[in-house]
């Protein structure tokens, strides 16, 4: 983490990405917080990944488990979100607990002192100082960072969990999304040369992270397939351009752009963030959705993702097909969190020494 001399945090924001990344923490034993995942290079997202498989492998036995429940047991974690969830806020809750942590929720805005005119800011850093840990889902852009920076500035410099910030970011979905593809594809020779379609609306901040991480993995191809107001946003664009990934716009989805994917990764409409829409949550976008005619055509080796919750656009008809690898990705949330925990509190060199670490092969 590099010393950071910024007095404000508006001289902050105007910092590179890179400088920004470097001062949270791009490296293990150096992460204070994750915030945003062009934090993560190749060497790093390989050892969360490694991580993750042996608390996998402890957590198999009840000795193990028992043993990663001692690694964090003195710290406290304060769960912090505005805006709804389900696996995000459970994972995190069950990482935290499987690791010895105490947790405290928070997000009802009716009991608390913001009912009162306090800025979201104070709230964050109130309940930043009560704590080891802030994990926040927030649904102003910006804020998740600007919270990490000011808790970074505290005496302690308590780090913090972007767990889903506006729609710009969710990078501990991204490393949950990508340790799965990872996984599936050591058996079909790594992730070199794979092509991975992102379907529905592309504004998603899932969609974002996963891009800015696959600067990781060398001969990707992206396909972008939605409607024209849905499609992925400018500045993903030109973050594919500056690193030379490839990738194809598609305004439609069908046979063509299944057959060549290795991955599809359907993702829901994004109307939440839209105004009024009586039928808000029920709503699809019409020709991008997977069902079994889609099954069909997809490849004996692909794989289907969604990072949840789901609509109709992606047929629960499928779900037992083997392809489909929407509860792989929900439970490796777990694990991916679980890794993260460890190595922000330091307690992964423990696990280095546990377990056969080096030869440890990922499952
Ligand atoms: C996503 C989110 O909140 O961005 N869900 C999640 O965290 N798994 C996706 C979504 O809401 O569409």
């Known amino acids: 983490m590099s010393n950071c001399a910024t007095k404000t945090f508006e001289e902050f924001k105007k910092l590179s990405k890179k400088e920004r990344g470097d001062f949270f923490g791009s490296d293990s034993g150096k992460l204070l917080s994750v915030i945003f995942a062009q934090q993560f290079n190749t060497d790093f997202l390989r050892y969360i990944f490694k991580l993750a498989a042996v608390i996998r492998e402890i957590s198999i036995t009840k000795r193990g488990r028992d043993h990663l429940r001692t690694l964090c047991s003195d710290r406290v974690a304060e769960l912090f979100f505005r805006q709804s969830s389900t696996r995000t806020r459970n994972s995190f809750q069950v990482a935290c607990l499987k690791l010895g942590m105490q947790i405290v929720l928070n997000g009802d805005e009716a009991t608390e002192s913001t009912a009162k005119g306090e800025s979201e800011l104070d709230m964050a850093h109130t309940l930043g100082i009560y704590s080891d840990l802030m994990i926040l889902r927030h649904p102003e852009p910006g804020f998740v960072e600007e919270a990490a920076w000011h808790l970074a500035q505290t005496g302690e410099k308590i780090p913090v969990i972007n767990a889903g910030s506006s729609q710009d970011q969710h990078p501990t979905q991204a490393l949950l999304d990508a340790f799965t593809m990872f996984e599936h594809f050591q058996q079909y020779g790594g992730f070199a040369g794979k092509t991975i379609t992102f379907v529905g609306d592309l504004r998603s901040r899932t969609v974002r992270s ?7 993995f060398p001969g990707i191809t992206f396909q972008f397939c939605a409607p024209e107001n849905h499609q992925i946003e400018k500045d993903i664009i030109s973050f594919l351009e500056k690193h030379e990934i490839k990738y194809r716009i598609c305004n439609q989805f069908g046979r063509p752009e299944i057959t060549c994917s290795d991955v599809i990764y359907m993702t829901r409409l994004q109307n939440d963030y839209d105004s009024d829409d009586p039928d808000r949550a029920s709503r699809v976008i019409e020709g991008f959705v997977f069902g ?15 990072p949840l919750p789901r609509r109709s656009e992606l047929d629960v008809k ?46």
């Open 318 to 363: 499928c779900d037992k097909d083997p392809r489909i690898k929407i509860w792989r990705q929900t439970k490796n949330g777990l694990w991916i969190r679980m890794a993260l925990l460890t190595i922000i509190f330091g307690q992964d060199n423990v696990l280095k020494n546990d377990v056969n670490f080096a030869s440890m092969f990922i499952r």
């Open 292 to 306: 079994p005619t889609q099954l069909e055509w997809l490849r004996h080796d692909a794989i289907i993702m969604h």
């Open 210 to 216: 996963n891009v800015y991480l696959s600067r990781n």
